[in-house]
């Protein structure tokens, strides 16, 4: 795996430049050294580029919720993503920050903290997995990392294919798979054909039973009931569930009945983060991929 956290010592030669982004364009003097980043994508490309930022949103959460690429030690937190503290990230004298079209209210108020890079991962209209292809080859670009933006993205499609031949030679091409996330013992996060990790599951060579669209984030809500169609299902649970869940489960009449439970097609994996960047697409094919091999079962933890 590519290493994350490398300080920007080793980035290529200072660089001037301007580059265009949803809310206009943001012209660079000097490859910047203080990057803050209001979102875990924009956070996880940088890891990915080797740059650590000085401050993110959320930071707290990003550990438990996406875990690769590990943050390190020392990153400020400045504020939630959804509404970040102008005042946190203007102490931190930032040269460049990143973020996405939900924070379009406050651009001017960020442009004027430090020069202000706005691209959207998830968006209507959007392909997730081109758009965060795009982001990390634009902060490449900015910080000096082509060439490491182009070998992350070589070694996604290197993991793809490499565990796309181990679920072949086992057997698994063409399995069906519903990817959900609980809300509650009746109900799922299930991901659609238009996320993300359907870029995943597509290039495994699987099946993702679910046949709908949904929102621009890659999921919808369903009851579980709407999986008993799909006979064949194998029903794939991204963790964390919530407490006292799997007892929940345990006591149910109704989900002892559902075909993955009756048929030892239950599989849960470890957390992935469903609105990242391109990592998740590697992290969920390897998860995926150990999870079939290693055979279902009728419970989730």
């Known amino acids: 795996m590519l290493a994350a956290g490398v300080t920007m010592a080793t980035a290529a030669p200072v660089h001037a430049g301007s580059w265009v982004h949803e809310n206009g364009s943001v012209s660079l003097a000097t490859t910047p050294k203080r990057v803050v980043a209001l979102n875990w994508a924009a956070t996880e490309a940088l890891l990915l580029l080797g740059v650590t930022p000085i401050g993110i949103a959320d930071r707290d959460g990003y550990s438990h919720w996406v875990h690769e690429p590990a943050l390190p030690e020392g990153v400020h937190n400045v504020g939630s993503r959804t509404a970040p503290s102008l005042e946190a990230i203007a102490e931190l004298k930032p040269d460049l920050i990143v973020t996405s079209s939900e924070m379009s209210p406050a651009g001017n108020l960020l442009n004027r903290i430090a020069p202000t890079y706005v691209i959207s991962v998830y968006k209507e209209g959007h392909d997730p997995y081109r758009q965060a292809r795009?982001?990390?080859?634009?902060?490449?670009?900015?910080?000096?990392?082509?060439?490491?933006?182009?070998?992350?993205?070589?070694?996604?499609?290197?993991?793809?294919?490499t565990q796309r031949s181990r679920l072949e030679r086992a057997g698994h091409s063409g399995d069906d798979i519903a990817l959900v996330s609980f809300l509650d013992p009746r109900h799922v996060r299930i991901n659609t054909p238009n996320g993300m990790l359907d870029t995943a599951i597509e290039a495994l060579g699987l099946n993702n039973v679910w046949p709908y669209d949904g929102n621009f984030w890659g999921f919808s809500v369903i009851g579980l009931d709407a999986l008993a169609p799909y006979r064949d299902a194998r029903l794939v649970v991204i963790s964390p569930t919530l407490p006292g869940l799997a007892d929940s489960l345990a006591n149910s009449p109704f989900w002892s009945h559902l075909p993955p439970v009756r048929n030892r097609q239950v599989y849960q994996v470890d957390p992935v983060w469903t609105f990242g960047g391109l990592y998740p697409v590697k992290r969920l094919a390897l998860l995926l991929t150990d999870a079939l091999l290693a055979g279902g079962s009728n419970h989730v933890r």
Not at 134 to 150: C, N, V
């Open 134 to 161: 795009h982001m990390l080859r634009t902060l490449g670009d900015m910080l000096g990392q082509t060439a490491r933006a182009e070998a992350v993205i070589a070694d996604v499609e290197q993991t793809l294919a």
